[in-house]
C-alpha cells in the first residue's frame, strides 16, 4: 500500500517546479517501467500491482528494498495515465552531459515544440532511425514531463537530449556541415541531393503553429519540405519528423549500397 507521504511525492512530481527541486521524474505503464529497470537508469521507488511483480519477477529482485506493492486503482488516481494496472516508478533525473555533433551523424533540433506528446514522439522517432541526441531550445517541453516520457515508450532511455539556444550551438559547426530546416517551402525532401550523405547533419524542426525562428532559420543552409499531394494545411511535426527521417537515411542507405570501384 503507498503511504500518504509517497503519494504526496508522486502527485508532486506532475509539475515541473518539483521535478526540478527533488531532481526525479515519473514513468508509468509496464513497458516503460520494464525498459527503465533493465537500463540501469538510476531508481528511487517502484510502486507495482502483484500481477506486475509476478511477471517480472526476476528482473524486480535487484530492487526489493525499493518496491511497494499497490493496487491499479492507487497507480492510476497518483499517475497521469487514463488507467494503470502494471506500475509507477520514482526515477532520478541525471546530471545533463555537453552535447556535440560528430561527422557522420544526423542530430535533430527542436525549435520551440512546447506539446510535451509531440515531444516524446519525436524522441521514440530518433530512436527507430537510430539518432542519439536531440538538441532542444530552452522553450522546448520540459523531457522529464510524464507526457513525453510516456509518448517516448522508454526511448528517453536511449535518446540524449540536451536543453541549449540553438543559435550559438548551429554556429558552432564547421561550415560545411548540412544544417536542414523543414518549411513549409524549400526543396521537396523526395528530390533533395547532399554532396556527402555519410556525412549526416543536423535537421532542425519548429513547432507547427510557430515553425523555425527568424534567428534559427538565419543559420539554416538547405531548406526542406514535404511535397503535399492533398488540401491539409501543414502535417504534426512528428509525423513531418518521421518522414525527413526516413528520407534522410534512404540518402544514406542508397550510398552505402552502391558498388565499391
Known sequence: MISKNQAKTLRALHKKKYRREYQQFLVEGEKSIVELLASGWPLQQLFASEEFLRAHASLVADFSEKVTSATASELTQLGTLVSNHAALAIAQIPEEQSLNWQ???????????????????????????????????????????????????????????????????????????????????GESIHQLQLADPGQGGVLVMGSEAQGISAEVAALINRQVTIPA?????????????????????????????????
Do not use: H
Open 229 to 261: 499531394f492533398g488540401a491539409a494545411e501543414s502535417l504534426n511535426v512528428g509525423v513531418a519528423t518521421a518522414i525527413l527521417c526516413d528520407n534522410l537515411k534512404r540518402l544514406e542507405d542508397a550510398v552505402d549500397s552502391r558498388p565499391l570501384p
Open 103 to 185: 561527422p557522420g551523424e544526423w542530430l535533430l533540433a527542436l525549435d520551440q515544440i512546447n506539446d510535451p506528446g509531440n515531444l516524446g514522439t519525436i524522441l521514440r522517432i530518433a530512436d527507430w532511425y537510430g539518432i542519439r541526441k536531440v538538441i532542444c531550445s530552452p522553450g522546448t517541453a520540459d523531457l522529464y514531463n510524464p507526457k513525453v516520457i510516456a509518448a517516448s515508450k522508454g526511448s528517453f532511455l536511449r535518446v540524449q537530449v540536451s536543453y541549449q539556444p540553438l543559435e550559438p550551438f548551429l554556429k558552432t559547426l564547421p561550415k560545411a556541415a548540412s544544417v536542414l530546416g523543414a518549411f513549409l517551402e
